[in-house]
């Protein structure tokens, strides 16, 4: 089964850095995708933070990630490295592909996604 998994979430005081990673499993063709990365905090809309392009050029869609959280990627796993995390910032992290190899403008529908990482900043 194709498949789309998230690793590194965890406990992260305000302030501080976590790097989540996403691999592909099950026979997904990992390098030829762009990867998003979302997150969805409780009881708010899903929102789109950033996404990687098969050649590894980056686009960031949410202004309230820009300058904190870079996205990176090489031939086994696309990283997500967040920086200066606040509470606000507390959510279910989420990895996925709509199967093309370039970023769109804006976040769209997605074919493929993981199960998601869960990220706890405490106020």
């Known amino acids: 089964q194709v498949q789309l998994v998230e690793s590194g979430g965890g406990l992260v005081q305000p302030g501080g850095s976590l790097r989540l990673s996403c691999a592909g499993a099950?026979?997904?063709?990992?390098?030829?995708?762009?990867i998003s990365w979302f997150r969805q905090a409780p009881g708010k809309e899903r929102e789109g933070l950033l996404c990687?392009?098969?050649?590894?050029?980056g686009t960031t869609y949410a202004d309230s990630v820009k300058g904190r959280f870079t996205i990176s990627r090489d031939e086994t796993k696309v990283s997500l490295q967040m920086n200066s995390l606040t509470p606000e910032e507390t959510a279910t992290y989420y990895c996925?592909?709509?199967?093309?190899?370039?970023?769109?403008?804006?976040?769209?529908?997605?074919?493929?996604w993981g199960k998601g990482t869960r990220v706890t900043v405490p106020s």
């Open positions: 990687i392009s098969m050649n590894g050029d």
């Open positions: 996925a592909t709509d199967r093309l190899d370039n970023c769109g403008n804006v976040p769209g529908p997605m074919d493929w």
């Open positions: 099950g026979g997904l063709i990992f390098e030829y995708y762009a």
